[in-house]
């Protein structure tokens, strides 16, 4: 299992614009447009090209964007390689299911649980919260239903919690990173954008199991420098030095 999950995708040297993963981010709302950008800032630094559709055309929306230069505006579906579909949607007209039908990666997030089924989760990455796990498969949120829910649904699905419960229906993996300063609003979009962006060049249980570890490891990191006095802008500033402690020193130091 370890070696399994030690597979991370590394830019190779010959690498052009592209190669590296293209991913789509599918978010936000008049309301709630500080979960686009949280996404937009937990990918941008993991993936070449990052493209953003709003769930609604509205000006504080486009204008909180519009400060991310790497950040893509779109109308219609690019050519990507990941989606992510959810994060902060409230309930903006867009066709969820159409989106989710275009892509073989995909990850469902946010509000998009309210929208979907589970049958919709065919293939995708699942990132509810426990109440979000209950309110979507009618059942607790232990080890035991989140494998047999993704067994059923033929899914991956990230728990999240206290220890975040990983699994795609065959195996089950657990992360321990991370500490109460990330009950934070935001954070979760900073993870959503973050495993979309591993999700492209990843297998799912992979991607999933790197972006809660690194997730919360950067939360670990902010909390040695200034306890639980974050947020979720901090968080997303932190993950390429998580990332680079918690997963690529390792694969340079294993023998």
């Given at each position: 299992?370890?070696?399994?999950?030690?597979?991370?995708?590394?830019?190779?040297?010959y690498?052009?614009?592209?190669?590296n993963?293209k991913?789509?981010i599918?978010?936000g709302?008049r309301?709630?447009?500080g979960?686009?950008v949280f996404?937009i800032?937990?990918?941008r630094?993991f993936s070449?090209?990052v493209?953003f559709?709003?769930?609604?055309m509205?000006n504080?929306?486009?204008?909180?964007?519009?400060?991310?230069?790497e950040?893509?505006m779109v109308?219609r579906?690019?050519k990507a390689?990941?989606?992510?579909?959810?994060?902060g949607?409230?309930?903006a007209?867009i066709?969820?299911?159409?989106?989710?039908r275009?892509?073989?990666k995909?990850?469902?997030?946010?509000?998009?649980f309210?929208m979907?089924q589970p049958k919709?989760?065919?293939?995708?990455v699942l990132t509810?919260?426990?109440g979000?796990?209950?309110?979507?498969?009618g059942v607790?949120?232990?080890e035991?239903?989140?494998?047999e829910?993704?067994a059923?649904?033929k899914?991956?699905?990230?728990r999240?919690?206290?220890?975040?419960?990983?699994?795609?229906?065959?195996?089950v993996v657990?992360?321990r990173t991370g500490?109460a300063?990330?009950?934070?609003?935001?954070?979760g979009?900073?993870?959503a954008?973050l495993?979309t962006?591993?999700?492209?060049?990843?297998?799912?249980?992979?991607a999933?199991?790197?972006?809660a570890?690194v997730?919360?490891?950067?939360?670990d990191?902010?909390?040695?420098?200034?306890?639980?006095s974050?947020?979720?802008s901090?968080?997303?500033?932190?993950?390429p030095?998580?990332f680079?402690k918690a997963?690529i020193r390792?694969?340079l130091?294993?023998?």
């Amino acid at each position: 299992m370890r070696k399994y999950l030690s597979l991370v995708w590394r830019p190779l040297a010959y690498s052009r614009k592209g190669d590296n993963g293209k991913i789509l981010i599918a978010a936000g709302s008049r309301k709630y447009h500080g979960a686009a950008v949280f996404s937009i800032l937990g990918a941008r630094r993991f993936s070449d090209l990052v493209y953003f559709m709003p769930g609604e055309m509205n000006n504080k929306l486009i204008f909180a964007i519009s400060g991310i230069p790497e950040c893509i505006m779109v109308e219609r579906d690019p050519k990507a390689d990941a989606l992510l579909a959810g994060p902060g949607l409230d309930d903006a007209d867009i066709d969820i299911r159409s989106l989710l039908r275009s892509y073989r990666k995909k990850v469902i997030d946010g509000d998009a649980f309210r929208m979907l089924q589970p049958k919709d989760a065919v293939g995708a990455v699942l990132t509810p919260h426990e109440g979000e796990f209950e309110y979507f498969f009618g059942v607790e949120g232990t080890e035991e239903n989140v494998k047999e829910m993704a067994a059923k649904y033929k899914c991956t699905i990230l728990r999240k919690g206290k220890v975040d419960i990983i699994s795609d229906g065959q195996r089950v993996v657990k992360n321990r990173t991370g500490n109460a300063g990330m009950t934070k609003g935001g954070t979760g979009d900073v993870l959503a954008g973050l495993l979309t962006a591993l999700l492209a060049k990843n297998s799912n249980l992979a991607a999933a199991y790197h972006a809660a570890r690194v997730n919360g490891y950067a939360g670990d990191m902010l909390y040695r420098n200034f306890g639980f006095s974050y947020s979720a802008s901090d968080l997303a500033e932190m993950l390429p030095f998580a990332f680079k402690k918690a997963v690529i020193r390792p694969l340079l130091t294993r023998p």
